[in-house]
């Protein structure tokens, strides 16, 4: 079973629209950190944001912003007012109690933000 | 400035050669992981190690080798036994059993010719 998933596989919006990139996961864990990445087109990963299971306060840094909830196990990413500089691929993902610091991470979402 | 690098960044190779993806970090890092791009697939585990002389199978580790001896260097080789070698390699570190977030370098994209 998929344990996290990513379910939009790319998204197009105007420049200055706000997007909203989904992220569902699975776990057992009562204790567990998820993250979201971007990926600009260069390759390589940029780390965005670590949250942990027990603090489900919604986070704010810019434009960008994230909501947790518990609920319905869902990690989702908001860009407010996007510029065509957040091109590139989100993921979202997951890491679990005593798996070697594993992360699981999602197949992605490519944002497309058009000027 | 700490990071991790990968070299080279664009590496060919023909069918039937072994060839080694070169990762290496200076941020002191104890755990280190590579994986593997291909479009639409996300990121899939290939190994990972968390401690010097010792390392694990990740998802798709069949037709790939790795090494740790040293605490800073983490390579990979990609064997002829790799049905389908050409992808992105990522390799990333993290500090050991503190769930933080893994760090990744810029990435090796291998082709087969």
């Known amino acids: 079973a998929q344990k996290v998933t990513q379910a939009q596989t790319e998204i197009s919006v105007v420049e200055k629209e706000d997007v909203t990139l989904d992220c569902v996961y699975e776990t057992r864990d009562t204790t567990y950190y998820l993250f979201w990445y971007k990926q600009p087109p260069s390759g390589e990963l940029v780390f965005l944001i670590r949250?942990?299971?027990?603090?489900?306060q919604n986070e704010i840094s810019g434009r960008y912003s994230w909501n947790f909830q518990k609920s319905t196990s869902s990690f989702n990413f908001t860009i407010t007012a996007s510029q065509v500089v957040d091109s590139a691929v989100y993921f979202c993902a997951l890491s679990e109690m005593n798996r070697d610091d594993k992360i699981i991470f999602g197949k992605g979402t490519r944002l497309h933000i058009l000027p | 400035d700490g990071g991790i690098t990968q070299s080279p960044k664009y590496l060919f190779r023909k069918e039937g050669q072994n060839v080694t993806l070169s990762c290496e970090q200076n941020?002191?890092?104890?755990?280190m992981y590579w994986y593997r791009q291909d479009p639409g697939q996300g990121l899939r585990l290939i190994y990972y190690?968390?401690?010097?002389?010792?390392?694990q199978k990740g998802d798709i580790a069949e037709g790939y080798s790795v090494s740790r001896e040293k605490k800073e260097s983490f390579p990979l080789t990609v064997t002829s036994a790799q049905k389908n070698p050409t992808a992105f390699y990522l390799c990333?570190?993290?500090?050991?059993?503190?769930?933080?977030?893994?760090?990744f370098g810029p990435g090796t994209r291998l082709t087969v010719l």
């Open positions: 990333a570190s993290t500090v050991a059993g503190a769930y933080n977030e893994q760090f």
């Open positions: 941020l002191n890092h104890d755990a």
């Open positions: 949250r942990n299971s027990f603090d489900e």
């Open positions: 190690s968390q401690i010097v002389n010792d390392f």
